[in-house]
T-cell receptor
Framework: GAVVSQHPSRVICKSGTSVKIECRSL??????MFWYRQFPKQSLMLMAT?????????EQGVEKDKFLINHASLTLSTLTVTSAHPEDSSFYIC??????????????FGPGTRLTVL | DAKTTQPTSMDCAEGRAANLPCNHS???????VYWYRQIHSQGPQYIIH???NNETNEMASLIITEDRKSSTLILPHATLRDTAVYYC??????????FGTGTRLQVFP
């Protein structure tokens, strides 16, 4: 149980275009989902937290108009990188926290999406 | 900033126990110690967590010192598939997982 998927796993796009990344909790409901970014040889950095049905909370320094997050259901959150530029190239990882109180309250992570902007 | 200190890298022979230390000298009374690992180009995987008692599950054991200022993650019989970056995270709020640089564990044959 507790599987989180991401789609696509890899994407290459041209500078100036927008890219949407989906994050799904496959076998549980997630009231809260998180988006992280990881540059090569660096650690994960939390970008934003989203709760189903409400606006996402962004970490300091993350542009909310550039990284649009939608959490429309208990099993799906999307991250849209708008007007992507080469410096947005990174490994984007989502995670979900189960709504069921029986879990250890840990976050379950997706496999990540590698974005390359040309 | 991460509130933990971990060695940058460690080696371990396959089949032997891997003991990964973590210092968290400023830990507060309501903060838990979480361990995650990240295999290359994958998302992090939850391993174990604890508050003050030692914990064990099917993946690992977590030993927390009595003063809670440090802990050790133990992989009892390391395999090549355990090669990964291991992150020790201290938090009372699992909404805020602050990942430090972690320990790169290399298991060799």
């Amino acid at each position: 149980g507790a599987v989180v998927s991401q789609h696509p796993s890899r994407v290459i796009c041209k500078s100036g275009t927008s890219v949407k990344i989906e994050c799904r909790s496959l076998d549980f409901q997630a009231t809260t989902m998180f988006w992280y970014r990881q540059f090569p040889k660096q650690s994960l950095m939390l970008m934003a937290t989203s709760n189903e049905g409400s606006k996402a909370t962004y970490e300091q320094g993350v542009e909310k108009d550039k990284f649009l997050i939608n959490h429309a259901s208990l099993t799906l959150s999307t991250l849209t990188v708008t007007s992507a530029h080469p410096e947005d190239s990174s490994f984007y990882i989502c995670s979900a926290r189960a709504a069921w109180i029986g879990w250890n309250n840990e976050q379950f992570f997706g496999p990540g999406t590698r974005l390359t902007v040309l | 900033d991460a509130k933990t200190t971990q060695p940058t890298s460690m080696d371990c022979a396959e089949g032997r126990a891997a003991n990964l230390p973590c210092n968290h000298s400023t830990i507060s009374g309501n903060e838990y110690v979480y361990w995650y690992r990240q295999i290359h180009s994958q998302g992090p995987q939850y391993i174990i967590h604890g508050l003050k008692n030692n914990e064990t599950n099917e993946m690992a054991s977590l030993i927390i010192t009595e003063d809670r200022k440090s802990s050790t993650l133990i992989l009892p019989h390391a395999t090549l598939r355990d090669t990964a970056v291991y992150y020790c995270i201290v938090t009372y709020n699992t909404d805020k997982l602050i990942f430090g640089t972690g320990t790169r564990l290399q298991v060799f044959p």
